[in-house]
């Protein structure tokens, strides 16, 4: 019996010991853990927030996708601002600044911008031995938002290309000899959208969306969102 009651205090005296030896501990290793989740952390929360930004951009481009589509005027500033107002939180500017009723369209402003297309696929049926038998063309092309928009230092460009001065009318978005002239074509990498070929006179409606900046900076920054509709 005295053995085991010596046994008993020795253990209880030695847990003891350990315990005044061992207090801190838990923290330190609480703290180191907090040191190296910490950036996983950050890379949550921050991709989280470009996700969102990501979603609303995605939302921009198919809200002005559908009035395109419906026919509605999308080189007034009526319709432009219905489609900044998709976009609040994205910095897109459509108008110049002004005081209301003095505003009028700008290119120039804001960190978002729209580039609207219409294409045609010009068959034999459509233009037989025309310069542009064979090739999608641009019929249409409409702006909303910052036509200088920048992205990683260069200016974004849509995937279709873009038709030149010449043949395009930059208060209706009429694009003037799609069949005869050869800068009207649409580039070529968007032919492999379609598989087969779309059909004699078909058309397509492009919707593109650039959107600069994001949530977080750094390695934790994004490089701004590009994302396109095509119905």
Do not use: H
Request: include cysteine.
């Amino acid at each position: 019996m005295p053995n085991r009651q010596i046994s008993k205090f020795t253990r209880i005296a030695a847990s003891s010991r350990r315990r005044r030896t061992q207090s801190g501990v838990e923290s330190i290793e609480f703290g180191l853990f907090a040191i190296m989740m910490m950036p996983a952390f950050v890379w949550m929360f921050t991709t989280g927030m470009n996700f969102v930004r990501f979603d609303k951009a995605a939302d921009v481009v198919r809200s002005a996708a559908l009035m395109y589509v419906k026919g509605t005027d999308m080189n007034v500033l009526g319709s432009q601002e219905l489609v900044a107002r998709v976009a609040e939180g994205l910095s897109m500017e459509v108008d110049n600044g002004a005081t209301p009723p003095s505003q009028v369209l700008s290119f120039s402003r804001g960190s978002g911008l729209v580039v609207l297309s219409t294409v045609q696929y010009v068959g034999s049926g459509t233009c037989s031995g025309c310069t542009n038998t064979g090739y999608y063309v641009f019929t249409d092309r409409v702006y909303i938002g910052n036509r200088s928009l920048q992205i990683n230092g260069s200016t974004v460009q849509s995937a279709l290309g873009d038709p030149p001065a010449a043949v395009w009318n930059s208060t209706t978005g009429d694009i003037s000899s799609v069949y005869t002239d050869s800068r009207t074509r649409v580039a070529s990498s968007f032919s492999s959208l379609w598989s087969p070929a779309m059909g004699d006179g078909a058309i397509a409606y492009v919707v593109e969306g650039f959107f600069a900046g994001s949530f977080g900076a750094g390695a934790f920054g994004g490089n701004g969102i590009y994302t396109k509709v095509v119905m």
